[in-house]
């Protein structure tokens, strides 16, 4: 079996990330490559725990640094529970989410300095990167429409439209800059033009 390969999917709410990653996973497992499937934060017990109070609406006035430290409180277990013993066992990991929603959300959005993003990354990941990392882009009017929930939503959902517009150009700055092993996906588009596109991207990483 060859080396296994780390693929994350980012984006904004409603920009398909949950059915893409599982799009992907059942793709490469149909080409015979052993894939463990990753969200965040969530995915381990503690990560699960985590992710109740972060999406939580009831759970209000959280800190910003405090929201970024419980992400990589969750990201710190999923690593050594799923995503380092995955990739050792030569096996792809496609993760519903990284280090760039931290960036994105925490640094951006909640105006976190990025150096503190950066400080917790490398502690955390200590050198690891992922093989690629798909942005699947959309306005967020459309992000927004797809998710439009009649309780609210999450905790997260709920915020304005304002911030997910500066998530949102976080993670195109991010990408920008990102060089390679970043792909931007236009997400606004058709299930099956962006599956192609995903598959083009990802096939390229397999050498399909
Ligand atoms: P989702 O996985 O269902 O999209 O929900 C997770 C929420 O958590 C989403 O609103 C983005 C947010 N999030 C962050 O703010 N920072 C992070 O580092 C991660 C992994 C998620």
């Avoid at 150096?115 to 990354?121: G, I, K, P, R, W």
Wanted: proline residues 5%.
């Amino acid at each position: 079996m060859g080396r296994g390969r780390f693929v994350v999917l980012e984006g904004i709410e409603g920009a398909g990330k949950s059915t893409h990653s599982a799009f992907l996973a059942g793709w490469l497992r149909e080409k015979g490559i052993a894939v463990v499937a990753a969200r965040e934060p969530g995915g381990t017990a503690l990560g699960e725990r985590l992710r109740e109070i972060l999406l939580d609406p009831e759970v209000t006035g959280m800190p910003p640094l405090a929201e970024l430290l419980l992400m990589f409180a969750a990201r710190s277990a999923s690593l050594n529970e799923v995503i380092r013993p995955a990739l050792e066992a030569g096996s792809w990991v496609i993760c519903d989410r990284f280090v760039d929603s931290s960036y994105a959300y925490q640094s951006r959005g909640r105006g976190i300095p990025p150096e503190y993003v950066q400080a917790l990354e490398q502690q955390v990941l200590d050198g690891l990167r992922p093989d690629l990392t798909i942005l699947l882009d959309a306005p967020v009017s459309v992000g927004l429409s797809r998710k439009d929930n009649p309780q609210g939503g999450d905790r997260f959902e709920r915020e304005s439209r304002e911030f997910f517009e500066r998530v949102r150009a976080g993670y195109l700055d991010r990408a920008a800059v990102g060089g390679d092993s970043y792909c931007v996906v236009d997400a606004s588009r058709s299930l099956e033009a962006v599956q192609t596109d995903l598959k083009d991207a990802v096939g390229e990483l397999a050498g399909l």
